[in-house]
C-alpha cells in the first residue's frame, strides 16, 4: 500500500511563486499531480516517471510549473512560478507503477489534497 501526503499549499498572491511537496512511502512510482477547482473535474498538471528523467505538463502550467522529484527521501515537488488566479485549486498527489497518464481514473493512489488559493 502506497500512502501519499502533500503539503505546502497556502493563499498567495498572483505572480507568486509556491512549492508543493507529496512525501510517499513504499516503493518509486510514477507520480503526479492533479487539481481541482471548485465545480471543475479533476484535471491533470505534471507528471514524473520513476527516474525522474521524463517529466510531462499539461499546456496551462508549461514554462511556469516545474516538477521535480528526490527519491532518496521519496518526495516528489512541484514549483509553481507565475502564479495565476485560475491556478486556484486543491492539488493532489497521484501515484501509479506504469507510465504516466493524465486521465485521473489511472491513478490508484490519492493524496488528501492541499488547498492553493491565488488571489488577484
Known amino acids: 500500500q502506497v500512502q501519499l501526503v502533500e503539503s505546502g499549499g497556502r493563499l498567495v498572491q498572483a505572480g507568486d511563486s509556491l512549492r508543493l511537496s507529496c512525501a510517499a512511502s513504499g516503493r518509486t512510482f510514477t507520480m503526479v499531480w492533479f487539481r481541482q477547482a471548485p465545480g471543475k473535474e479533476r484535471e491533470f498538471v505534471a507528471g514524473?516517471?520513476?527516474?525522474?528523467?521524463?517529466?510531462y505538463y499539461a499546456d496551462s502550467v508549461k514554462g511556469r510549473f516545474t516538477i521535480s522529484r528526490d527519491n532518496t527521501k521519496n518526495t516528489v515537488y512541484v514549483q509553481m512560478n507565475s502564479l495565476k488566479p485560475e491556478d486556484t485549486a486543491v492539488y493532489y498527489c497521484?501515484?501509479?507503477?506504469?507510465?504516466?497518464?493524465?486521465?485521473?481514473?489511472?491513478?490508484?493512489?490519492w493524496g488528501q489534497g492541499t488547498q492553493v488559493t491565488v488571489s488577484s
Open positions: 497521484a501515484a501509479r507503477s506504469g507510465f504516466a497518464s493524465s486521465s485521473s481514473r489511472e491513478y490508484p493512489y
Open positions: 514524473i516517471s520513476g527516474s525522474g528523467i521524463s517529466t
